[in-house]
């Protein structure tokens, strides 16, 4: 595998090339390359033409644009309206789900319970996420916290469906987790799911809960799959899943077609269980998925088969400082559902903490540059009909400084500041984008 600094020099070249004209950039920020910075195009508000930034759009209690109203079920759902995707909140306002992943207090994480100390703790948080225009609360967010405040944020729900169902597996199987594969194929896996699940009734009535992610970045792999099941042992449900596809086809050795279409048949099985035994214990929520990443995004027959039964694909989206607007347009038509973009970032090295030893983003030199670059990358967001939101990666420094506040909860203020300006003028930005495409301005 090329080391970190290999994939940001190569994908320095694939982000010129995947520019969108749409957007001439004026403004820079400073991409760390190979031990040196070199100057990327930022496009920020100042930069589009013949667009007013106006006043704050009227949102309604859950952040959905009070502009317009459809149905209000009580909860989330999607709605393709005009030819653009929507979340629709639960009053039946449409939204763009603006979040941020891990709000918890210090390293507490998903599983920080309520008490009075983490309750003004989530009454601060949610206050300035609230005032700087976010309305979600992402993945690893402290949801008993959230959900227990007077005035909560949306938040989401994540299960880790397989490394549970693993650790249970292995008193079954001797081989589990000698390979980066999953198990929808045990004839238990369905009802572990079931039994799983049964905890996501404690919340299948509240309006707050944006959605459920089963999973965080599973494996899936497309090369060399069918080998990889096969070699379990005989008796393994993994090796007689992978025997059976090879008889039915009536082939003795995988090739690529063989492995494409395995792919898609274990994608199917695991999203097929996963979201039945989820929607039998909660069928108010939005299923958001397994926050693809990697390799996943690769194989378009992940996107087809995730596609049937997800309400929503998650995108954990990394090594692209301008977002493919053809590509990600593409994901949503093989699926058939919204694109939401659940991971990015970019780090400063102005933090004082490492920008080259741990996590996916961005290096950056300051503040200065991710303030830019979230302008950047989420106006180029926003002009894509099938994207209905994204979540920044996190909310608080730990490693390294993916933060929006440091360890001591202090603001990056010139980030917060450049957040809110997108937020406030997200719809109205909406309207100026779609008045572009349909008028072919470039």
């Known amino acids: 595998m090329p080391s970190p600094r290999f994939r940001q020099t190569f994908l ?38 013949g667009f007013a930034t106006g006043p704050q759009a009227r949102v309604g209690l859950y952040g959905g644009w009070k502009e317009i109203r459809h149905e209000g079920t009580g909860f989330y759902r999607i709605e393709k309206i005009s030819g653009r995707w929507w979340t629709v909140d639960p009053e039946g306002y449409p939204m763009i789900c603006m979040g941020v992943n891990s709000v918890s207090p210090e390293d507490g994480g ?26 979600t609360a992402g993945s690893w967010s402290s949801s008993d916290v959230i959900r227990k405040l007077d005035r909560p944020v949306s938040y989401c729900l994540r299960w880790n469906v397989s490394s549970h169902y693993r650790n249970d597996r292995k008193k079954r199987h001797a081989a589990t987790g000698e390979y980066p594969v999953l198990y929808p194929f045990d004839p238990k896996f369905e009802s572990f799911c079931e039994r799983l699940f049964e905890k996501a009734r404690i919340t299948n009535d509240d309006p707050w809960l944006f959605g459920h992610f089963s999973d965080n970045e599973l494996p899936f792999r497309e090369k060399g799959i069918v080998e990889l099941y096969l070699s379990h042992p005989k008796d393994d449900p993994n090796h007689l899943a992978a025997h059976k596809f090879l008889q039915d086809r009536k082939v003795k050795k995988a090739g690529w077609k063989e492995d494409r279409d395995f792919l898609e048949l274990v994608v199917d099985t695991y999203y097929r269980k996963v979201t039945s035994a989820l929607k039998k214990n909660d069928p108010n929520h939005l299923y958001l998925g397994t926050r693809l990443h990697g390799r996943a995004l690769q194989s378009e027959q992940i996107f087809v088969a995730a596609g049937k039964y997800a309400d929503v694909i998650s995108v954990n989206y990394y090594h692209r400082w301008t977002p493919e607007k053809e590509r990600i347009e593409n994901w949503s038509a093989l699926a058939g559902k919204p694109i939401l973009i659940t991971e990015w970032y970019a780090m400063a090295e102005d933090s004082d903490l490492p920008v080259d030893e741990f996590g996916a983003g961005f290096p950056v030199r300051t503040q200065a540059d991710r303030a830019k670059f979230y302008q950047h990358f989420s106006l180029g967001l926003l002009q894509i009909p099938s994207c209905i939101g994204w979540h920044w990666f996190k909310y608080r420094d730990s490693r390294n400084n993916a933060g929006i506040v440091d360890k001591e909860s202090k603001a990056y203020d010139v980030l917060w500041k450049s957040m809110k300006q997108i937020h406030h003028q997200a719809y109205s930005l909406v309207n100026y984008f779609d008045h572009q495409q349909e008028n072919n301005i470039e």
């Open 110 to 135: 998903p599983d920080t319970l309520a008490n009075e100390q983490t309750l003004l703790w989530g009454k601060d948080a949610t206050g300035k996420l609230r005032k700087f225009g976010f309305n």
């Open 12 to 49: 320095l070249v694939l982000c010129t090339i995947t520019w969108s004209s749409l957007l001439g950039g004026k403004e820079s920020a400073d991409l760390l390359v190979k031990d040196e910075y070199q100057k990327m195009v930022c496009t920020t508000l100042s930069d589009l033409e």
